[in-house]
């Protein structure tokens, strides 16, 4: 079974663009979550969809958005792109809505965002 | 609000030896907590889980320990390997809450052979 991928794997933006990131989950799994992970922060939580749903979202701007399409692949997009963007953005799929026993995420490569 | 916390960036342990990465959490609400794993230019990996009902769980040479008043668990690498070097993050949800995961910022783990 094939895992998550994530497209592109490298990306380079300057400041103000636009950035559109996908993810493939495992086939079968409809749950996609987005993390933005930075050195000495961890990996925080950017939103959750789940059948094409926004469930959860993390605390970031507006700037950054998502959606996922009916067959469980999922876009973020990262609007007026800041300095601070520059991260490594992991993608994760699970089989039901994550969190609790029996839904453990299994994450794609992640892509790393430049920013200049 | 850090809910999760890894107070140790880094750690380096002797081939053979005993590996311990701690994590301890504010949100007594947290009922199911998890250890991925994570090389460089790789995403996290799920190595090991345990529920708030038990205080321990093992699979082969990692072992996970939940001290629920303490609000701190542990994860035990023994014995440790140098292909262990890696990056752990711990996790920790709530089942009856939002349900997602929050992580912690991570730990440097070099297994020096």
């Known amino acids: 079974k094939a895992g998550v991928t994530q497209t592109p794997r490298y990306l380079i933006k300057t400041r103000g663009q636009q950035v559109t990131l996908s993810c493939s989950p495992i086939s079968g799994h409809r749950s996609v979550s987005w993390y933005q992970q930075t050195p000495g922060q961890g990996l925080q939580f950017l939103f959750e969809y789940f059948s094409e749903t926004q469930r959860n979202k993390g605390n970031f701007p507006g700037r950054f958005s998502g959606r996922q399409f009916s067959n469980s692949r999922s876009e973020m997009n990262v609007s007026t792109l800041e300095l601070g963007d520059s991260a490594l953005y992991l993608c994760?799929?699970?089989?039901?809505?994550?969190?609790?026993?029996?839904?453990?995420?299994?994450f794609g490569p992640g892509t790393r965002l430049t920013v200049l | 609000d850090q809910q999760v916390k890894q107070n140790s960036p880094s750690l380096s342990v002797q081939e053979g030896r005993i590996s311990i990465l701690n994590c301890d959490y504010t949100?007594?609400?947290?009922?199911?907590f998890l250890w991925y794993k994570k090389y460089p230019a790789e995403g996290p990996t799920f190595l090991i889980s345990i529920s708030s009902i038990k205080d321990k769980n093992e699979d082969g040479r990692f072992t996970v320990f939940l001290n629920k008043s303490a609000k701190h668990l542990s994860l035990h690498i023994v014995p440790s390997q140098p292909g262990d070097s890696a990056v752990y993050f711990c996790a920790a949800s709530e089942s009856g809450g939002t349900y997602k995961y929050i992580f912690g910022t991570g730990t440097r783990l070099k297994v020096l052979a």
């Open positions: 949100n007594s609400m947290f009922d199911y």
């Open positions: 994760a799929s699970s089989l039901g809505p994550s969190g609790g026993r029996y839904n453990e995420q299994f």
